[in-house]
């Protein structure tokens, strides 16, 4: 039966506001019935004009249309263009513009209509549909300290101008962009030229882009894929988003949101998928996530989830990713459950598949797998016999071997020399190469000790056809256990003799069990000695090219020489990977990593946040603060005022101490304004917040609210048992018909997260307890009593005990009992040589010993015999008795 299941896409834009901070306008609007013309030298102190009709058509509506008109040589400064209006300021000629801030664009902001140089100093201009400076005459455009915010080009050369021509030049220099299509648009057919300098932004697609202009009514200007015109270049930032990512904190992605609210809470291990054949997307119904809820009951509403199509050889099908470690165990699973009950076929199209979204760290965090299995075997051998008469060369041969003196192709020699029925006597040689030949073995060994002759196996071969039937075998046999890839090491990485694989499972489970079942087995492709199966553990980094500079790590690197190091680089970005077949190694190697590559990051991070500011924000202005202002959590008049995104007005140092206590305390889920009285409650933007503690002390308190929200969730987090390891995980309910097991992606250790004890697949979680109360017993010395099983701690005395229960006398160090203390007391003497036997800081009679170990029982003598010499070392005075006089506890050494 097939599963029809129709997936609805479901896309969500969000749209950002961006504005431009212009200047307070100094009194009223005013609206213009006509142009102004201005000629010579205008300051308007921050005016504001416009023509009184809104912005409803985007075709060119002339000069008449214009708020200015500058006459050449004018001057135009300090003076906003409000926002209705068609054509903001038409320049005649050569031009100034000082300061001039355009509210909103409607045609173009900025004509430049004849010939000669137009200076646009300060100033700025905000959503524009199509351009702020169009330039129809002829000359250079220079563009200084401009700011533009939403836009589709800043400036663009007459695509199609009457009579087109050039060169028409522009300057772009210390300009600010944000949400700009294109910065620059020139003609480059014409010869016009644009030079960037100091300039920065973020959100420009595109910099500069070179067209082909035409003239008017010879169709359309259309762009080329040169770029010899355009000169120098402009520093781009990406777009901050209004949330905030920690990766690097107790192994664990946080999303913050406003207020430093946790939107998202991830772990590497969160995230499992399922494949689902045969889907018809012609299928009529409901949502794949409705069907899905339908079928299994799971409501994946609460979860991130991503869905895709594929097709193999006809087929479809469909990949579903959520985030849910326990997802596809339980979809599968309960699929099967129904299928017993239903006498239905549904779990037939349903199959887990690994996560291919599982986790995208950051580049100075990396990521952990051991999915892939080591595989080694030697290479087929066989044996030969040296037949001597003389037995004296025979054996005179056999200890030239093993002292190391001749090496006979790597094969071993047998500890003497088989007698034979006719006088004679063979030397045994085994596990020779398949090539080796009569004439090869006697190339090696000394004329003097040459055999009377050799029987040895026909020369063989082992090439590449017969590696690729054992690798068949191996694949066969890897593919009971689950499906993997194989592949053969090249024989210079492999130790001569020896034939090296690796099977790559798509799950580390399969792994672990191919270790388990197949490591020190003998099979049937392994002619000679056994096979040898090992987990190789790997740690991956894509870091930026630029880092591996460093002396440091480079040092780092050479450190470690017995792990294996792989690079790969592209044109900006080296991928490191650490791999070996010791976890330990390759888990403390990698925090070696981390911490170097976390410093660099984190200096990245500064140096862009602090340019970004710069850049971005630049027209950011001291917010006026009334003199009647009043901080909230001080009630004084603020000091370095800080103004929040709700109009609160804080002491910068209250402020700061603020959001530090309520995120370390916990008690709430954000940050929120306390203005008003309490009453404000509007969360703190992040923006907001980074800038006001800047990127340590922003990275700081996040920390602490991500540490908060563990400590208040005690049943959904717990952090590896292993020391050091600060990795959580999401405990599994007990009882719960899933495999809990998993790998901790830090340290490599493997645990079951129901019981919480470090054991794989093949133990049960009540043998796990188990073997962990044992040792745990055995830490704290219990034990419990032979006879009702009773546990007894011994915490001092000697080795006779009493169960308190059934009265049982029992000697400590072997468990037997006896049913009265003198039997005991007579065991522990004839089998330890006394009651104290083992117990350190007493010899086996009871009397202290100078030091923590216990006495020997009598009869055993210390190797150095030292007691020997006691008398004349007291006489010589290197030994000196306690104040007590006697030898034992109180012996004292002089240094």
Not at 173 to 201: H, M, P, R
Not at 383 to 391: E, P, Q, S, T, V
């Amino acid at each position: 039966m097939q599963t029809k299941i129709l997936v609805s896409a479901m896309l969500a834009t969000l749209a950002t506001a961006q504005t431009l901070n212009i200047p307070t306008r100094s009194g009223s609007i005013v609206s213009l019935s006509a142009p102004s013309v201005i000629s010579g030298s205008k300051d308007f102190g921050n005016k504001e004009f416009d023509r009184g009709r809104p912005c409803d058509t985007d075709d060119d509506t002339g000069s008449e249309s214009a708020v200015f008109i500058l006459e050449n040589g004018a001057t135009l400064s300090n003076v906003i263009i409000g926002a209705n209006q068609l054509e903001g300021v038409h320049c005649k000629a050569a031009c100034t513009l000082k300061n001039v801030w355009f509210r909103d664009v409607c045609e173009d902001a900025i004509s430049a209509l004849g010939t000669g140089n137009v200076l646009i100093q300060g100033g700025g201009a905000q959503n524009a549909i199509d351009k702020v400076v169009q330039h129809n005459g002829r000359g250079t455009v220079t563009i200084d300290g401009f700011t533009v915010v939403t836009a589709g080009k800043l400036y663009r050369g007459c695509g199609d101008c009457t009579n087109n021509g050039g060169p028409r030049n522009v300057v772009i220099k210390n300009v600010k962009a944000k949400n700009v299509k294109e910065l620059v648009g020139i003609n480059s057919n014409y010869g016009d030229v644009a030079t960037i300098s100091g300039t920065c932004g973020s959100s420009v697609p595109k910099v500069c882009q070179e067209y082909k202009g035409v003239n008017k009514g010879s169709g359309s200007s259309t762009k080329v894929t040169t770029t010899a015109n355009c000169k120098g270049y402009m520093h781009l930032f990406p777009e901050p988003s209004k949330d905030y990512a920690l990766q690097s904190l107790m192994g664990s992605q946080i999303s913050f949101g406003p207020g430093a609210e946790i939107m998202r809470f991830s772990l590497p291990n969160d995230f499992t998928a399922i494949r689902i054949w045969n889907i018809d997307e012609e299928a009529p119904g409901p949502s794949f996530w409705e069907n899905l809820k339908a079928f299994s009951g799971y409501d994946a509403h609460q979860h991130k989830e991503i869905a895709r199509y594929g097709t193999v050889e006809g087929v479809r099908y469909i990949d579903v990713v959520l985030e849910d470690a326990h997802f596809a165990q339980n979809i599968c699973q309960g699929f099967r459950e129904l299928d017993r009950e239903m006498g239905t076929t549904r779990s037939q199209d349903l199959e887990r598949i690994p996560s291919y979204v599982s986790w995208r760290p950051e580049q100075h965090v990396g990521f952990t797998e051991a999915r892939t299995v080591r595989l080694t075997w030697n290479k087929p051998r066989k044996n030969a016999h040296l037949i001597f008469f003389d037995r004296y060369k025979a054996e005179q041969l056999t200890q030239l071997w093993h002292e190391g003196q001749i090496d006979l192709f790597g094969g071993s020699v047998h500890d003497e020399p088989l007698p034979l029925q006719n006088s004679g006597y063979a030397v045994r040689l085994r596990g020779l190469p398949l090539n080796v030949t009569q004439k090869d073995i006697r190339s090696r060994i000394p004329k003097d000790l040459m055999p009377n002759s050799i029987i040895c196996g026909p020369e063989g071969v082992y090439g590449n056809k017969e590696k690729c039937n054992d690798l068949t075998t191996l694949k066969n046999l890897l593919d009971t256990i689950g499906w993997s890839t194989v592949e053969l090491l090249p024989e210079a990485d492999v130790p001569e003799g020896m034939v090296c694989a690796t099977a790559r499972f798509d799950f580390e489970e399969d792994a672990r069990r191919a270790v388990g079942k197949l490591d020190l087995t003998a099979q049937s492709f392994v002619r000679y000695g056994i096979l040898k199966a090992s987990s190789l553990y790997t740690a991956i980094f894509c870091v930026p090219k630029r880092w591996m500079s460093d002396p440091l790590l480079q040092s780092v690197i050479k450190r470690y020489s017995m792990i294996s190091f792989k690079m790969t680089s592209s044109s900006d970005d080296v991928i490191i990977k650490i791999e070996n077949t010791d976890s330990k190694s390759v888990a403390s190697i990698r925090r070696v990593f981390v911490e170097i590559f976390g410093g660099y990051h984190r200096m990245t991070e500064d140096e862009e946040h602090h340019q970004f500011e710069e850049c971005c924000r630049p027209q950011d202005s001291e917010a006026a603060v009334s003199s009647e202002s009043e901080c909230p959590v001080c009630t004084g008049e603020p000091s370095e005022p800080v103004r929040s995104a709700c109009g609160h007005v804080y002491c910068k140092q209250c402020y700061v101490h603020m959001v530090e206590s309520k995120a370390k305390s916990g008690t709430e889920s954000s940050l929120k304004c306390i203005g008003g009285y309490g009453a404000c409650q509007a969360p703190l933007p992040l923006s907001e917040l980074r800038g006001v503690l800047q990127m340590d002390g922003y990275r700081k308190l996040l920390e602490s609210v991500a540490k908060a929200h563990v400590r208040k969730n005690p049943f959904n987090y717990r952090s590896c048992p292993t020391p050091k390891c600060q990795q959580l995980y999401r405990p599994t309910p007990r009882g719960a018909n899933i495999n809990a097991v998993a790998r901790c992606p830090d340290c490599f250790v493997v645990l079951c997260t129901a019981c919480h004890e470090p054991h794989d697949e093949t133990v049960s979680c009540k043998g796990a307890e188990e073997t962990a109360t044992t040792e745990l017993m055995a830490t704290l010395n219990i034990k419990g009593c032979p006879r009702c099983n009773t546990f007894i701690e011994r915490t001092e005395g000697c080795n006779h005990i009493e169960c308190g229960c059934c009265h049982a006398h029992i000697c400590w160090v072997c468990m037997k009992y006896y049913l009265d203390s003198l039997a005991c007391y007579e065991h522990m003497a004839e089998a330890h040589g006394g009651a104290f036997a083992g117990i350190p800081g007493y010899d086996v009679y009871g009397e202290r010993v100078d030091g923590p170990i216990a006495a020997l029982p009598p009869g055993v003598e210390d190797e150095d015999d030292e007691s020997e010499d006691d008398e004349e070392d007291i006489e010589e005075g290197e030994i000196v008795q306690d104040n007590e006089g006697r030898r034992g506890g109180g012996v004292l050494f002089r240094a």
